[in-house]
């Protein structure tokens, strides 16, 4: 498995013994506030077993009885994770269903709570900020549903983490966008459980309706104008690990013998210190893999988008990169493995999040196999007409 910096077995010793005491922590947790009833750990047993066996027939009719027994408990974890599962099984009327249900058990139902009616003069609260802000996967993803929500309201302020303030405003005009730590009240307010219930309960809706985020114009130029300098091959981001062990993702001799047999210059959109991953993904061959030091997602969102947007397709594991990428509307590949844990649909290659990406399913497979695949898929990507950036 490909560590999130360069394989370093020590930090991924490290990161598994941490994994295995929030787990530990987890257990005890459980153990002194009750666990849960006989039926309910049967049934979660149940579901696992059809993931495992990639039984998706089976799964949707045991996620359903999942969703009955949870409404009956008032369980809104249950409920949460039903709604995942129903999602990832292109359900999405009864995922957005069940994650309202859930943030209502958890909260309860404010009077002030939009539901998608007319709202006149009244003004309106977006709030997209989750509780961890380094997880920008649901806000970005949820973006376009905030800027839809806006065009209701005669005033409307989206909240989202400082480093997307740009991105979104610079998106929706129209709205006032806000950075996570103002405060500001609306007469009403809406979160990513009321969006998705309003806008994304018909998967084809929710394709059709796609609106792509704006990244800069001009630093989308000066990107492409550096890095057509630098080759006349097509340019494709890729992102290849993640600091979680949960992902099951290629490791360094796949993704470097990805790289050497694809006729494309690649543009590191990976986070962190990948320097000594650079040297083993590039294997001698420095001008195949661009990494560019003046960009920092983790400071500087707004200049990644720029980055993404100047490229003419991106090949991604699931992480930041692949969620921005498919919302600005760039064709892009996204490598999904058989966890279940994910927004990423189960069967099939497309999401309606991002209509102008391809889903690339792991199925039990070797990486080294996954992989020809995807260069099968960007081949085709990278000739068809009218995808490259800038000709859509």
């Known amino acids: 498995m490909t560590s999130f910096y360069h394989g370093s077995y020590i930090r991924y010793v490290i990161g598994g013994l941490g994994l295995r005491l929030r787990r530990y922590t987890k257990a005890v947790r459980r153990l002194f506030t009750g666990s849960k009833p006989r039926s309910v750990l049967e049934q979660q047993a149940k579901v696992d077993a059809l993931i495992a066996r990639r039984d998706w027939t089976g799964l949707e009719a045991s996620t359903n009885e999942m969703a009955i027994m949870a409404d009956r408990a008032r369980d809104p974890e249950m409920m949460q ?18 994650r309202l249900s859930a943030r209502r058990q958890r909260k309860g139902k404010g009077a002030n709570e939009w539901t998608g009616e007319d709202l006149g003069s009244d003004t309106l609260l977006i709030d997209l900020v989750e509780d961890d802000p380094r997880s920008l996967g649901r806000v970005i993803r949820h973006a376009r549903l905030a800027g839809a929500a806006a065009a209701c309201a005669q005033s409307a302020t989206i909240r989202v983490e400082p480093r997307l303030v740009s991105l979104v405003q610079r998106t929706f005009p129209n709205a006032i966008v806000i950075p996570a730590q103002q405060n500001v009240v609306g007469d009403k307010f809406a979160t990513f459980e009321n969006l998705a219930w309003v806008f994304g309960r018909d998967a084809e809706t929710l394709a059709a309706d796609f609106v792509p985020l704006r990244a800069n114009p001009e630093l ?16 494709v981001g890729l992102s290849w690990g993640s600091k979680s062990h949960s992902k099951d993702v290629p490791d360094f001799p796949d993704w470097a013998r990805f790289i050497a047999q694809t006729q494309a210059t690649f543009v590191s959109l990976q986070y962190g210190q990948v320097k000594p991953a650079l040297r083993r993904l590039r294997d001698g061959n420095d001008d195949r893999l661009i990494y560019d030091e003046s960009v920092d997602q983790m ?21 930041t990169a692949a969620h921005l990428s498919g919302a600005l509307g760039v064709p892009t590949i996204f490598l999904i493995d058989d966890n279940f844990q994910t927004a990423w649909p189960v069967t099939g290659d497309r999401t309606p999040w991002y209509p102008k990406g391809i889903v690339i399913h792991k199925e039990g497979r070797a990486w080294s196999v996954v992989l020809d695949d995807v260069g099968r898929r960007l081949s085709s990507v990278l000739t068809a007409p009218l995808t490259l950036s800038g000709k859509n």
């Open 299 to 319: 400071v500087d969102m707004d200049r990644f988008a720029a980055q993404i947007a100047a490229l003419d397709a991106v090949v991604t594991i699931s992480n």
């Open 81 to 98: 994770k039903a709604g995942q599962a129903f999602e990832r099984l292109g359900n999405f009327a009864r995922a957005a269903e069940l």
């Open 220 to 235: 989308v130029e000066t990107f492409r104008k550096r890095y057509r300098s630098m080759t006349d091959q097509p340019l």
